[in-house]
T-cell receptor, first 109, second 114 residues
Protein backbone atom coordinates (compact mmCIF):
# COMPACT_ATOMS: atom_id res chain seq x y z
CA UNK A 1 0.00 0.00 0.00
CA UNK A 2 1.22 3.48 -0.80
CA UNK A 3 2.39 5.18 2.39
CA UNK A 4 3.20 8.67 3.58
CA UNK A 5 5.47 9.90 6.36
CA UNK A 6 4.92 13.09 8.35
CA UNK A 7 6.47 14.64 11.46
CA UNK A 8 4.61 13.65 14.61
CA UNK A 9 4.10 17.21 15.77
CA UNK A 10 4.74 20.84 14.86
CA UNK A 11 4.24 24.22 16.49
CA UNK A 12 3.41 27.55 14.98
CA UNK A 13 2.80 31.05 16.25
CA UNK A 14 -0.61 32.53 15.60
CA UNK A 15 -0.93 34.55 12.39
CA UNK A 16 2.30 33.14 10.95
CA UNK A 17 2.49 30.79 7.95
CA UNK A 18 2.78 27.07 8.58
CA UNK A 19 4.42 24.56 6.25
CA UNK A 20 3.45 20.94 6.94
CA UNK A 21 5.68 18.47 5.06
CA UNK A 22 4.80 15.01 3.76
CA UNK A 23 6.97 12.39 2.08
CA UNK A 24 5.46 9.83 -0.29
CA UNK A 25 8.43 8.33 -2.11
CA UNK A 26 6.48 5.26 -3.34
CA UNK A 27 3.72 7.29 -5.00
CA UNK A 28 2.54 5.97 -8.34
CA UNK A 29 1.64 8.05 -11.36
CA UNK A 30 -2.12 7.90 -10.78
CA UNK A 31 -2.17 8.46 -7.00
CA UNK A 32 -3.75 11.72 -5.83
CA UNK A 33 -2.36 13.53 -2.77
CA UNK A 34 -5.10 14.45 -0.30
CA UNK A 35 -4.89 16.37 2.97
CA UNK A 36 -7.42 16.14 5.77
CA UNK A 37 -7.47 17.58 9.27
CA UNK A 38 -9.16 16.41 12.41
CA UNK A 39 -10.14 18.75 15.20
CA UNK A 40 -10.59 17.30 18.69
CA UNK A 41 -13.69 15.11 19.04
CA UNK A 42 -14.65 15.54 15.39
CA UNK A 43 -14.39 13.45 12.24
CA UNK A 44 -11.70 14.31 9.69
CA UNK A 45 -12.49 17.11 7.26
CA UNK A 46 -11.17 17.60 3.77
CA UNK A 47 -8.58 20.35 3.26
CA UNK A 48 -7.14 20.10 -0.25
CA UNK A 49 -5.93 17.65 -2.88
CA UNK A 50 -3.82 17.59 -6.03
CA UNK A 51 -2.15 15.37 -8.62
CA UNK A 52 0.81 17.20 -10.11
CA UNK A 53 0.29 20.96 -10.04
CA UNK A 54 0.21 23.24 -7.00
CA UNK A 55 -3.30 23.92 -5.76
CA UNK A 56 -4.92 26.75 -3.82
CA UNK A 57 -8.27 26.98 -2.10
CA UNK A 58 -9.84 29.09 0.62
CA UNK A 59 -8.35 26.94 3.38
CA UNK A 60 -4.79 26.29 2.25
CA UNK A 61 -2.28 25.78 -0.54
CA UNK A 62 -0.69 22.52 -1.63
CA UNK A 63 2.82 22.53 -3.08
CA UNK A 64 3.79 19.30 -4.87
CA UNK A 65 7.41 18.52 -5.68
CA UNK A 66 8.28 18.05 -9.34
CA UNK A 67 9.07 14.36 -8.80
CA UNK A 68 5.86 14.04 -6.70
CA UNK A 69 7.75 12.28 -3.92
CA UNK A 70 6.91 14.96 -1.40
CA UNK A 71 4.37 17.70 -0.82
CA UNK A 72 3.77 20.56 1.58
CA UNK A 73 0.52 21.87 2.98
CA UNK A 74 0.71 25.62 3.54
CA UNK A 75 -1.57 27.47 5.95
CA UNK A 76 -0.97 31.11 5.14
CA UNK A 77 -1.90 32.55 8.53
CA UNK A 78 -2.34 30.09 11.36
CA UNK A 79 -5.21 30.72 13.77
CA UNK A 80 -6.05 28.98 17.02
CA UNK A 81 -8.82 27.14 15.14
CA UNK A 82 -6.18 25.51 12.92
CA UNK A 83 -4.85 23.46 15.85
CA UNK A 84 -5.59 19.90 14.73
CA UNK A 85 -4.07 16.66 13.47
CA UNK A 86 -3.25 16.97 9.77
CA UNK A 87 -3.21 13.84 7.63
CA UNK A 88 -1.44 13.53 4.30
CA UNK A 89 -2.79 10.53 2.38
CA UNK A 90 -2.60 9.03 -1.08
CA UNK A 91 -5.81 8.10 -2.85
CA UNK A 92 -4.90 5.19 -5.05
CA UNK A 93 -6.69 3.24 -7.74
CA UNK A 94 -10.03 1.80 -6.54
CA UNK A 95 -10.26 4.95 -4.37
CA UNK A 96 -8.31 3.25 -1.59
CA UNK A 97 -7.29 5.61 1.21
CA UNK A 98 -4.77 4.78 3.95
CA UNK A 99 -4.37 7.15 6.90
CA UNK A 100 -1.13 7.40 8.87
CA UNK A 101 -0.70 8.92 12.35
CA UNK A 102 -0.61 12.48 10.96
CA UNK A 103 1.02 15.66 12.29
CA UNK A 104 -0.38 17.26 15.42
CA UNK A 105 -0.24 21.03 14.91
CA UNK A 106 -0.18 23.32 17.95
CA UNK A 107 -0.80 27.04 17.47
CA UNK A 108 0.68 29.35 20.07
CA UNK A 109 -1.18 32.61 20.78
CA UNK B 1 -26.52 19.82 1.47
CA UNK B 2 -26.96 17.21 4.19
CA UNK B 3 -23.80 15.58 5.44
CA UNK B 4 -22.99 11.98 6.34
CA UNK B 5 -25.28 10.83 9.13
CA UNK B 6 -24.34 8.25 11.73
CA UNK B 7 -26.15 6.76 14.68
CA UNK B 8 -25.93 6.23 17.51
CA UNK B 9 -23.37 8.85 18.55
CA UNK B 10 -22.40 6.98 21.70
CA UNK B 11 -22.74 3.37 22.80
CA UNK B 12 -21.63 1.53 25.90
CA UNK B 13 -21.82 -2.26 25.96
CA UNK B 14 -20.31 -5.13 27.89
CA UNK B 15 -17.81 -7.47 26.31
CA UNK B 16 -19.35 -10.38 24.40
CA UNK B 17 -22.46 -8.32 23.60
CA UNK B 18 -23.31 -7.28 20.06
CA UNK B 19 -23.69 -3.78 18.62
CA UNK B 20 -24.65 -2.23 15.29
CA UNK B 21 -23.85 1.14 13.76
CA UNK B 22 -25.75 2.85 10.97
CA UNK B 23 -24.52 5.24 8.29
CA UNK B 24 -26.41 7.28 5.70
CA UNK B 25 -24.01 8.73 3.11
CA UNK B 26 -24.38 11.91 1.10
CA UNK B 27 -26.88 11.46 -1.72
CA UNK B 28 -25.20 10.35 -4.95
CA UNK B 29 -22.00 9.10 -3.32
CA UNK B 30 -21.32 5.60 -4.60
CA UNK B 31 -18.28 4.94 -2.43
CA UNK B 32 -18.70 4.37 1.31
CA UNK B 33 -16.00 3.70 3.89
CA UNK B 34 -16.02 2.46 7.49
CA UNK B 35 -13.04 3.36 9.66
CA UNK B 36 -12.03 2.46 13.20
CA UNK B 37 -10.14 5.13 15.12
CA UNK B 38 -8.50 4.19 18.38
CA UNK B 39 -7.59 7.08 20.67
CA UNK B 40 -4.35 8.74 19.58
CA UNK B 41 -4.17 6.96 16.21
CA UNK B 42 -5.20 7.76 12.67
CA UNK B 43 -8.36 6.20 11.20
CA UNK B 44 -7.93 2.57 10.10
CA UNK B 45 -9.95 1.46 7.08
CA UNK B 46 -12.19 -1.51 7.91
CA UNK B 47 -14.23 -1.84 4.73
CA UNK B 48 -14.89 0.04 1.51
CA UNK B 49 -18.00 -0.30 -0.64
CA UNK B 50 -18.69 0.87 -4.15
CA UNK B 51 -22.47 0.87 -4.50
CA UNK B 52 -23.42 -2.39 -2.77
CA UNK B 53 -20.22 -4.27 -3.63
CA UNK B 54 -17.19 -4.67 -1.37
CA UNK B 55 -13.99 -3.16 -2.81
CA UNK B 56 -11.68 -3.77 0.17
CA UNK B 57 -12.28 -5.54 3.47
CA UNK B 58 -8.74 -6.77 4.06
CA UNK B 59 -8.53 -5.21 7.54
CA UNK B 60 -11.99 -6.19 8.73
CA UNK B 61 -11.83 -8.81 11.53
CA UNK B 62 -14.33 -11.07 9.83
CA UNK B 63 -14.72 -13.44 12.76
CA UNK B 64 -16.57 -10.73 14.67
CA UNK B 65 -17.21 -7.77 12.36
CA UNK B 66 -19.65 -7.67 9.47
CA UNK B 67 -20.93 -4.89 7.24
CA UNK B 68 -23.49 -4.55 4.52
CA UNK B 69 -24.77 -1.90 2.18
CA UNK B 70 -28.08 -3.02 0.86
CA UNK B 71 -29.38 -1.14 -2.18
CA UNK B 72 -26.12 0.79 -2.36
CA UNK B 73 -27.18 3.58 -0.01
CA UNK B 74 -27.31 3.12 3.78
CA UNK B 75 -24.81 0.85 5.50
CA UNK B 76 -24.60 -1.00 8.80
CA UNK B 77 -21.51 -2.22 10.64
CA UNK B 78 -21.97 -4.93 13.26
CA UNK B 79 -19.71 -6.32 15.95
CA UNK B 80 -20.59 -9.67 17.50
CA UNK B 81 -19.25 -10.47 20.06
CA UNK B 82 -17.48 -7.30 21.17
CA UNK B 83 -14.08 -7.30 22.85
CA UNK B 84 -12.50 -4.68 25.09
CA UNK B 85 -10.07 -3.72 22.28
CA UNK B 86 -13.01 -2.74 20.06
CA UNK B 87 -13.43 0.43 22.11
CA UNK B 88 -12.92 3.18 19.54
CA UNK B 89 -14.67 5.75 17.39
CA UNK B 90 -16.25 4.25 14.27
CA UNK B 91 -16.29 6.69 11.38
CA UNK B 92 -18.29 6.47 8.20
CA UNK B 93 -17.25 8.44 5.11
CA UNK B 94 -18.56 8.72 1.58
CA UNK B 95 -17.40 10.16 -1.72
CA UNK B 96 -18.07 10.21 -5.42
CA UNK B 97 -16.12 7.49 -7.19
CA UNK B 98 -12.71 8.57 -8.45
CA UNK B 99 -9.33 9.50 -7.03
CA UNK B 100 -9.92 13.20 -7.54
CA UNK B 101 -12.89 13.34 -5.17
CA UNK B 102 -12.67 14.07 -1.48
CA UNK B 103 -14.23 12.05 1.32
CA UNK B 104 -16.86 13.46 3.62
CA UNK B 105 -16.89 12.08 7.15
CA UNK B 106 -19.73 11.64 9.57
CA UNK B 107 -19.44 12.62 13.26
CA UNK B 108 -18.61 9.05 14.29
CA UNK B 109 -19.93 6.64 16.90
CA UNK B 110 -17.94 6.37 20.11
CA UNK B 111 -18.05 2.78 21.34
CA UNK B 112 -16.99 1.83 24.85
CA UNK B 113 -16.75 -1.87 25.68
CA UNK B 114 -16.59 -2.64 29.41
Amino acid sequence: DAKTTQPNSMESNEEEPVHLPCNHSTISGTDYIHWYRQLPSQGPEYVIHGLTSNVNNRMASLAIAEDRKSSTLILHRATLRDAAVYYCILKTSYDKVIFGPGTSLSVIP
Amino acid sequence: EAGVAQSPRYKIIEKRQSVAFWCNPISGHATLYWYQQILGQGPKLLIQFQNNGVVDDSQLPKDRFSAERLKGVDSTLKIQPAKLEDSAVYLCASSFTGQGYEQYFGPGTRLTVT
